[in-house]
């Protein structure tokens, strides 16, 4: 019996900023996310409180879906977060930091609310501006001619997810394999719009990280079903793809009724049908017989014993490269007889086998950019890190594509843009801050905050109580170990975050986050021979500060937050 | 026995983090603290000498009798995130090797120890990653330096140095050796010693080396390649850790097998059966496969055997509501019927179908994977007929490749090309089950010498047991299956463990020194008190291991431990004082033979389950905070969590 409640009164908090709660809320996650970020990062255990199945991570896409707010601030950013990383994949770390220290310092500062939106647009707009200037001292041109580069920006996506415990040795290689898996899926010599192919991404657990490959076509696991007789290796094979259920069961009816008379057998009759598909199959002389979903055992059997291929279950992920790479026209009904443009082609079938997993290796019988990489860790933990860091890495690949840079990763970045927007916005104060509608000061300290978030979330890179450091000449990032003692300092630093400066007498640093005279952070000889060893991408970077400046704004023009109170007042 | 009981590990804080939730807890060595006091439920599973230990349920007050740290694992209710990823990472130790999760355990608290030492003395969690992985590499160096060919093993005491067996290259091809081409490797690699001739009865001129000149005459007599078995039989004992019984089952196990394939182990065609009501020397190994069946199913088999059988296999339940898996019933059919249904069961009209198939086809065995219906079994009972269930599915396949036949998913599928021949049934009386609740009779299925399949029949008085010696006999099998695939076995009894501790200290030193004399700093020295700390962590199992046999304190393991290590500077030698200190207690139950006898360990189980112990450090010594999903405010506020 339903009864009716009488609705309370909605809650309304005023200026949620203010309040301690949402604060802490706030900090806390900060805290989550500052300490993940980066090589060093801390990993995190996420599980369901009745003792379900744990996830180790440090990857913000999983670890920001897990959580879930009765603080509708945590939830806007959250989301703002988990939207850039669903388009971009990388920097949704850094997205997170930096908004959420944006919060935090414009609390501090103490400026207008409306001021320090301004000031924040203000500040995003010259750091955009720059970094899309040809003379950008930050990026680096992609140059596809040598696969240096492209490596050491997978590279950096990589080693930055230290759930995948891997060795250097390892990382290198992981990362070679997602350059060649990216070059593979870039079609050659097509003309007219250009596709981009697919990968497939196989896991094999047990087995060393080193044993991973990448292969052109496609792999189908087979485990404990096949029976290849690889006598037969034609240059062709005809195959048939089913998208439709061919268990021999009456499929889905919705919310309608069948009725059946008595004495006739559904079951045998759908099997008829499908045995006479297989007879046409085998008639049409078809090598490979795949469906998506199950296939009644019988029609196995009967295809099997005519020498006939069969690969049942194979997944609707799978259903998309398989298209491309025979031509295939998926079947999705077996209530009509077979048509020929229904075939597709495959060329050479060999069997792999990878531990205990055995896999059909199909190659497309034209060109076709598909290929699929087998990826093998230790344990299930490592391993699904590992897969989800190979796919964030190939997607960052390909945003090459589109806008052919990098930028400096290990936080130099950051630091350079600090060092930039500071001297760039010291030098016009007053037309500025007219413009803006603020005062000078504020225009100084808004500008102060934004660039010490930048710093901070450099910064955040460290976690082993080391401090980081700014040079004055180029304004890159460095860090030195906790145990090194102040004034040897300058000896101990080798190379800056990306690994393009190198330490040396004639330079001079100073604290992150300490005060330091503006200058205009220098350019590095271009002719210079050494080439970065991290590299981030320029689009996922560039969107992310976006994002985060945004985020940030809208956080701070939050001035109620309404709540049905409901479901407190009863629970 | 040991009443212990265990609950959650007592020592260990809720960290916390949590959804709705989440906490960061700045005391972070928290998660490895809570690792070393899980591991500490592994310390009386190491060596020879396994207690039981009794894990009982307070609120159902039911218990289980537990011998193994798996079992262990497997009986406790584990809500925090660290005990679920340790009970992750030992499942699938389990799954592959079927042995060492003990060890894996008991390292992982040893250096989950250590490392919360490094911890404390301010060493980041970096550079003790960097000089665990680097202690790894030394350790992975010295197992593979000093594992052992087994194609060198089985010699007697005095030829055996260790010098010499591996030096000389004997296990170098992957492919499956014949016998001749093995013979001529034993030739090259050892024509210092020199040559007898073996094997007088000589159908096959083979030169043996040393290794064999010596054969033990009752393997010899009983086995048709001697040096095989008396190999096997060698390496067993070393590997049985304690566990000798089981041992002698699978080492009579293997030569059953080596009729047919030699060199290899293949456990997949190894059954088990458990007969309770028997003392437990009754146990045996019987070549075929061996199955209790009820009295009425016995009398069929009575009436079939010695004669040759036709045989179905059936891969899926015998039954008419069975179908594959991925079929789904519709829930919208409605059956119409013109007249009304004279009782015609459909359940019996799908039996008289499938009975009639299997007289026509003329079957009078149907083994099947499933589950088959109490009225299928009756109907083909009184056709003389009998139905197995509950087969394995690799046994299924044994015969299947044995008998031709074709496994398929439906009775009604069968036709002739499917239906497999030539199998027997035998009745073993000496086997039947005396369980007061039902009788059973066991019945032997086998196809005439040539599947290779054989049963391992255990028994025992003690219900309670049969878990644990059914575990101790897969365990058995499964470290001499590794032993015979890599070709190569440590040596045990702590001997490996000492070696790596000697090249850990060693390596420790060198980077103590370094860090002196040159610039190097503080990143070296970290690194020999990692290393250091590490090689203790070896230590305390080797004299865990030692104190488990019952014979020695604590203090006075230690003492042996460090002693060794100082006289010696970590030759192989040390290997036989210690497993003479380690067996001391085992001299007079058995011959005297044991007080030399070799203790091995398996290459790949241990290298395999020291990475899996560092990996799950690694993950935990990395982690800062437990991210808990679905808690609520109100536990989460008693708790002390921090909801986001």
């Known amino acids: 019996m339903s009864r009716l409640v009488k609705k309370s009164p909605s809650l309304c908090v005023d200026l949620p900023l203010d309040n301690t709660d949402v604060c802490n809320k706030l900090r806390l996650l900060r805290q989550l996310m500052t300490s993940c970020y980066g090589p060093t990062g801390k990993l995190k255990l996420v599980h369901n409180n009745i003792g379900g199945h744990v996830v180790t991570t440090s990857t913000s896409s999983v670890l920001l879906a897990a959580i879930s707010s009765s603080q509708p601030l945590v939830n806007l950013i959250k989301t703002s977060v988990l939207n850039h990383v669903s388009r971009f994949s990388d920097c949704g770390l850094f997205a997170a930091c930096l908004c959420l220290d944006l919060i935090e310092q414009a609390k501090q500062s103490g400026l207008r609310g409306n001021v320090c939106i301004g000031l924040n647009r203000h500040f995003l707009a010259v750091c955009v501006s720059y970094l899309q200037r040809e003379d950008c001292c930050c990026k680096v041109k992609l140059d596809f001619c040598s696969s240096h580069n492209l490596i050491a920006l997978a590279r950096s996506v990589i080693s930055s997810k230290p759930a995948c415990l891997l060795t250097e040795q390892e990382t290198l290689h992981i990362s070679k394999l997602a350059v060649q898996a990216f070059l593979l899926t870039l079609p050659c010599d097509k003309p007219g719009t250009v596709s981009l192919g697919q990968t497939v991404t196989i896991c094999v657990e047990g087995h060393s990280v080193l044993n991973s490959a990448v292969f052109p076509g496609l792999l189908v696991d087979v485990t404990g079903v096949l029976c290849v007789n690889k006598s037969d290796n034609l240059s062709s094979h005809r195959m048939l793809l089913f998208s439709a259920s061919l268990a021999g069961d009456i499929p889905e009816l919705g919310e309608g009724i069948i009725e059946v008379s008595s004495g006739v057998d559904t079951d045998a009759r759908i099997l008829d049908q499908l045995l006479d598909l297989g007879k046409q199959a085998v008639e049409d002389d078809v090598k490979l017989f795949v469906c998506q979903k199950v296939i009644h055992p019988v029609l196995q059997h009967y295809l099997r014993s005519r020498g006939v291929i069969v690969i049942e279950r194979l997944g609707i992920t799978l259903m998309e490269p398989l298209i491309l790479l025979t031509g295939a026209h998926p079947v999705a009904t077996l209530h009509t007889s077979l048509q020929p443009k229904a075939y597709g082609k495959v060329r050479d079938l060999s069997i792999r086998q990878f531990g205990s997993k055995t896999l059909l290796h199909l190659l497309a019988h034209g060109e076709s950019a598909i290929c699929t990489m087998v990826l093998c860790h230790r344990n299930e933990t490592m391993l699904s890190e590992l897969k989800l860091v190979c796919q964030k890495t190939e997607h960052v690949l390909r945003l090459t594509l589109r806008e052919p840079y990098a930028l400096f990763g290990g936080g130099c970045t950051e630091t350079h843009l600090a060092a930039y927007v500071r001297h760039k916005c010291t030098d016009r104060v007053t037309e500025s801050a007219a413009v803006l509608g603020c005062s000078e000061s504020e225009y100084l300290l808004g500008m102060d905050r934004f660039c010490s978030s930048l710093e901070s979330v450099a910064k955040s890179l460290e976690h082993n109580g080391g401090n980081s450091l700014i040079d004055l000449t180029h304004a890159h990032n460095w860090t030195v170990h906790a145990d090194v003692m102040n004034r040897c300092v300058e000896g101990s630093l080798g190379f800056c975050g990306c690994g393009l400066v190198e330490g040396g007498s004639s330079k001079k640093w100073t604290y992150l986050n300490t005060k330091y005279a503006e200058f205009s952070p220098a350019a590095l000889t271009t002719d210079s021979p050494v080439q970065p060893r991290v590299l981030d991408s320029f689009t996922a970077k560039l969107n992310a500060l976006q994002v985060a400046v945004e985020t940030a704004n809208l956080a701070l023009d939050v001035r109620y937050i309404i709540k049905d109170v409901l479901d407190l007042a009863r629970f | ?644």
């Open chain 2, 1 to 644: 026995m040991k009443h212990v009981n265990i609950s959650p590990p007592s020592t260990v804080q809720t960290p916390a983090v949590m959804l709705r939730s989440t906490v960061i807890n700045p005391r972070q060595p928290v998660g490895l603290q809570e690792l070393a006091a899980l591991a500490a439920v592994a310390h009386s599973s190491l060596g020879p000498d396994k207690r039981y230990k009794f894990i009982q349920d307070d609120t159902s007050g039911e218990s289980a009798l537990v011998c193994s740290c798996f079992r262990i694992f497997e009986n406790l209710e584990l809500s925090s995130a660290v005990a679920q990823l340790v009970h992750e990472t030992v499942q699938a130790q389990q799954k592959v090797y079927n042995t060492g999760s003990g060890c894996l355990l008991f390292l992982a608290g040893a250096w989950s120890r250590a490392a919360l030492e490094c911890v404390h003395r301010g060493i980041s969690v970096s550079r003790i990653i960097s000089g665990m992985s680097d202690g790894f590499d030394i350790c992975v160096d010295v197992l593979r330096k000093c594992s052992i060919s087994t194609d060198g093993l089985g010699a007697v005491k005095p030829y055996s140095c260790t010098t010499t067996s591996h030096g000389l290259g004997l296990q170098v091809s992957k492919e499956p050796i014949t016998e001749d081409s093995r013979a001529s490797l034993h030739l090259r690699g050892t024509t210092s010693v020199g040559h007898k001739t073996l094997n007088p009865s000589g159908h096959r001129k083979i030169k043996l080396s040393r290794h064999f000149c010596q054969p033990d005459s009752k393997n010899v007599s009983t086995a048709p390649q001697p040096h095989q078995v008396f190999n096997v039989a060698h390496i067993a004992e070393g590997l049985s850790h304690g566990c000798v019984r089981a041992m002698n089952l699978v080492v009579e196990a293997v030569k059953l097998h080596q009729d047919v394939s030699c060199s290899t182990f293949d456990v997949t065609k190894v059954v088990t059966c458990v007969v309770p009501g028997l003392p437990e020397e009754r146990a045996c190994v019987l070549p075929g496969c061996i199955v209790l069946l009820s009295d009425e199913q016995a009398s069929v088999a009575h009436h079939l055997k010695d004669q040759p059988l036709k045989v179905a296999l059936i891969n899926g339940d015998l039954s008419h509501t069975f179908r594959h898996l991925g079929f789904s019933r519709p829930a919208g059919v409605q059956h119409v019927s013109e007249q009304l249904a004279l009782g015609s069961d459909e359940e019996e009209v799908w039996t008289v179908k499938v009975v009639a198939l299997l007289l026509n086809l003329e079957v009078n065995l149907i083994l099947v994977s499933g589950l088959a219906s109490e009225k299928v079994i009756q109907h083909c009972c009184r056709r003389r007929v009998l139905v197995v269930d509950k087969v394995k599915a690799s046994i299924l396949k044994a015969f299947a490749d044995a008998t031709a036949g074709v496994p398929v998913t439906y009775a009604t599928q069968l036709t002739k090309h499917c239906v497999g021949t030539g199998v027997k049934v035998e009745i073993r009386r000496d086997l039947g089950g005396g369980s007061e609740r039902k009788s059973s009779t066991a019945v032997n299925i086998s196809t005439g010498g040539n599947s290779g399949l054989f049963t391992v029949i255990l028994t025992s008085c003690v219900r309670g047991k049969l878990q644990a010696l059914e575990d101790q006999f897969w365990a058995c099998a499964y470290r001499l299956h590794h032993a015979l695939k890599d070709r190569a076995v440590l040596p045990g009894a702590g001997a490996t463990e000492m070696l790596c501790v000697h090249h850990l200290r060693q390596r420790a030193v060198t980077a103590y020194s370094t860090q002196e004399s040159s610039a190097g700093g503080a990143a070296d020295l970290d690194r020999g008190v990692v290393l250091h700390l590490m090689a203790d962590g070896l230590i305390d199992y080797i004299s865990t291991v030692m104190v488990n046999t019952g014979r020695v304190s604590k203090v006075r393991a230690r003492t042996v431990v460090s002693q060794q290590l100082q006289e010696h500077d970590g030759h192989v030698d040390i290997a036989a004082k210690l497993s003479q200190l380690m067996l001391e207690g085992e001299n007079e139950d058995s011959d005297s033979k044991s007080s030399e006898m070799d203790v091995y360990d398996n290459v790949s189980v241990k290298q395999e389950a020291w990475r899996k112990a560092l990996d799950l450090l690694f993950l935990v010594l990395q982690t800062d905070a437990e991210v808990i999903t679905g808690v609520d405010q109100a536990t989460g506020a008693q708790e002390n969590l921090m909801m986001l």
